[in-house]
């Protein structure tokens, strides 16, 4: 089905809907102390408000696919841009931490849940199989243009004028893409019922597990931090993960029976037989796991042991944005018939070289200068894969089903997301803490009595920190001055270590990513598939 309008803006507006709802996380992130200041909370406060809204995001993905089919793709999209900018509006004005919860992470979380998976059900309705491959690479590079660019736009913005600006300006875009929705292609809606005991289930099991995920570096995975929470012996994310996944298999095994009954499941189980699906969400799902992992690392490398500010940080993340989008629209445009299993291969390749890079660039002269080459090939990996995945799995099943693919798809980047950020996290806390003890025990200027307290009070998890703020609190409690120097030379040691642990762990996920490229299909999208080749 051909547009109303002209492609250039039906993708302008897909587009910048995908790049509004990834921008905020990445701009919070670098302005998370200005914003804890400002409405009166901590650095936790805010980090709470960052995991509400991947968990509200995340547990309502599949429900807000299904009520996409049920309104029409059009108008979920504009019910989710309404939602999402009254949400916009509410943040920009919070007074507190409650207000911002609101506005942000439940607002916000719940119009992206509509959003979302009707921005890929409108790219199938509005161009045809032979051009949704390029569509899907330029709409995918836009949400991944926003984890790279908006440190640097949150850094500016908050730097220079005030971090509300930036939710201000969300609203604008909000308003500028409802003005022009009706020039965009709609799928009329299904009369379908909703399936409310499995949309229960499946934000309970995909709300607990991923809060499990999200917390686990605050209570441990297995066993609870010293002085942490405990629940019957373990850290409470034992009991929310197998709850969770517990309750995801009530969930799949409701759907089955609505299948086999006759009723209208949430999600057709049999989409799970699709050979090719399952493959595109498998990469989807490592995408995001290596994609976030990286972000969460880098960033520190560049503003805590190289102590850049957030706009520095911005500008060395952006050769990243830059390779990305050449990449994704390159691909399509020059290779429209490129094999799509190759390109997903050779994309996560590139991957796996820049982080290889940047595991041998931690060392102790390491400057800004060693991320740009692993930034370009990262961003040409990231580019490869946005620019086939999204075709990947709409085309492995009929049109009418490209919202509930819509769901699946963004339940997998989320959750891909969330473990990436917990596990990168988590190993590079535990090898800091690791290294840092032992380096306090190994080091003959730091007094033993030092090295007891300081093994003792970071048997937690050691803070990550920069040469200066380490230094200051050491000066505020007196620290004798040589005692000081080796304490902050073991603490650089450590961090580096630290981040070579993190980026290694990437690079091992994106090899294992490589062994589950054999349910890409070889053939472009828009090249006919048989029943028996998509489902074998």
Do not use: C
Request: glycine share 12%; hydrophobic share 55%.
């Amino acid at each position: 089905m051909a547009a109303k309008t002209g492609s250039g803006l039906v993708l302008a507006v897909l587009a910048s809907g995908q790049f509004l709802m990834t921008l905020d996380s990445s701009v919070m992130n670098v302005s998370m102390a200005t914003v804890a200041d400002d409405i009166g909370t901590t650095i936790t406060g805010i980090q709470t408000a960052i995991t509400m809204y991947t968990l509200v995001m995340a547990s309502l993905m599949i429900t807000g696919s299904k009520i996409g089919t049920m309104l029409g793709r059009r108008r979920a999209f504009a019910i989710g841009l309404v939602i999402y900018g009254v949400g916009s509006t509410v943040t920009a004005i919070a007074p507190n931490l409650t207000v911002l919860l609101i506005g942000w992470s439940l607002l916000e979380g719940i119009g992206a849940a509509l959003i979302m998976p009707a921005i890929v059900a409108l790219v199938a309705a509005n161009f045809p199989p032979d051009r949704r491959a390029g569509a899907y690479g330029l709409v995918a590079a836009a949400g991944a243009m926003a984890v790279a660019v908006g440190p640097l736009l949150g850094g500016a913005v908050t730097t220079f004028a005030s971090w509300r600006y930036v939710f201000v300006g969300e609203v604008v875009i909000v308003g500028a893409i409802l003005l022009v929705l009706r020039k965009i292609n709609d799928v009329p809606p299904v009369s379908i019922r909703l399936d409310v005991v499995g949309s229960a289930l499946s934000v309970i099991g995909l709300g607990m597990f991923v809060y499990g995920v999200l917390r686990s570096s605050e209570w441990g995975w297995v066993q609870a931090k010293p002085g942490g929470t405990e629940l019957a012996g373990v850290s409470p994310v034992v009991w929310l993960l197998m709850g969770g996944l517990l309750v995801i298999y009530g969930f799949l095994r409701w759907e089955a029976h609505l299948a086999e009954t006759g009723g209208d499941p949430l999600i057709d189980p049999a989409m799970f037989r699709n050979r090719q699906l399952t493959g595109g969400l498998s990469m989807f799902f490592a995408q995001f796991l290596v994609q976030a992992g990286v972000f969460f690392a880098v960033p520190l490398f560049l503003s805590v042991v190289l102590e850049l500010s957030a706009l520095q940080t911005g500008l060395r993340i952006l050769p990243l944005s830059i390779a990305l989008i050449l990449a994704a629209i390159g691909i399509p445009r020059f290779r429209p018939h490129a094999n799509p299993r190759r390109v997903i291969r050779i994309g996560l390749t590139s991957m796996i070289v820049g982080i290889l890079i940047l595991v041998a660039g931690m060392d102790p002269g390491a400057n800004a200068g060693v991320v740009m080459i692993p930034m370009l090939f990262l961003g040409f990996g990231l580019g490869a894969l946005s620019s086939q995945l999204g075709a990947v799995t709409v085309s492995a099943v009929p049109d009418s089903q490209s919202a509930e693919v819509g769901g699946l798809q963004n339940t997998a980047t989320n959750l891909g997301a969330s473990l990436g950020t917990a596990l990168i996290g988590s190993i590079l806390i535990a090898t800091l803490t690791t290294s840092a003890v032992a380096g306090l025990a190994d080091n003959p200027s730091v007094p033993a009595a030092v090295s007891d307290r300081a093994t003792t009070e970071l048997a937690s998890g050691v803070p990550f920190l920069s040469d200066t703020q380490l230094q200051k609190a050491l000066d505020e409690a007196g620290v004798p001055t040589d005692t000081a120097t080796a304490v902050v030379d073991v603490n650089s040691d450590a961090r580096l270590q630290a981040l070579r642990a993190a980026f290694t762990l990437a690079g091992l996920l994106a090899i294992a990513a490589l062994f589950a490229t054999g349910r890409i299909p070889r053939t472009p999208t828009g090249t006919p598939v048989t029943t028996a080749e998509a489902t074998m």
